[in-house]
């Protein structure tokens, strides 16, 4: 089992930056692909970002491109998500995720452990 908490969400407005955090604990972190998603009310999870095992491959949604940064610790057991330029459109439940493998991947069911969420509200 993997164990993922994820922090660091709150109110930004529009143009502001949040740093989110998700911390692992439980079996092996470094061998995994982590990603992080995002569901607003009535919508369905999306997918924002996820980075492979040794970090050297990072992949992001459209929208979230040149905005956001994925990045890993593995000495640390943490995966951060640094959102830049925040748009009211942002403003969602932001979940982190772990494969049982290391390459990333763009789809949640690919994804084995998640997180209970963090929330992200971007005022305008």
């Known amino acids: 089992q993997v164990q993922l908490v994820e922090s660091g969400g709150g109110l930004v407005q529009a143009g502001g930056s949040l740093r989110l955090s998700c911390a692992a604990s439980?079996?092996?972190?470094?061998?995994?692909?982590m990603g992080w998603f995002r569901q607003a009310p009535g919508k369905e999870r999306e997918f924002v970002a996820a980075?492979?095992?040794?970090?050297?491959?990072?992949y992001y949604a459209d929208s979230v491109l040149g905005r956001f940064t994925i990045s890993r610790d593995n000495a640390k057991n943490m995966v951060y998500l640094q959102m830049n330029s925040l748009k009211p459109e942002d403003t969602a439940e932001y979940y982190c995720?772990?494969?049982?493998?290391?390459?990333?991947?763009?789809?949640?069911?690919?994804?084995?452990?998640w997180g209970q969420g963090t929330q992200v509200t971007v005022s305008s």
């Open positions: 980075i492979n095992w040794s970090a050297s491959n990072t």
């Open positions: 439980g079996r092996t972190f470094s061998g995994r692909a």
């Open positions: 995720a772990a494969r049982n493998v290391g390459d990333s991947s763009y789809y949640s069911q690919n994804y084995a452990y």
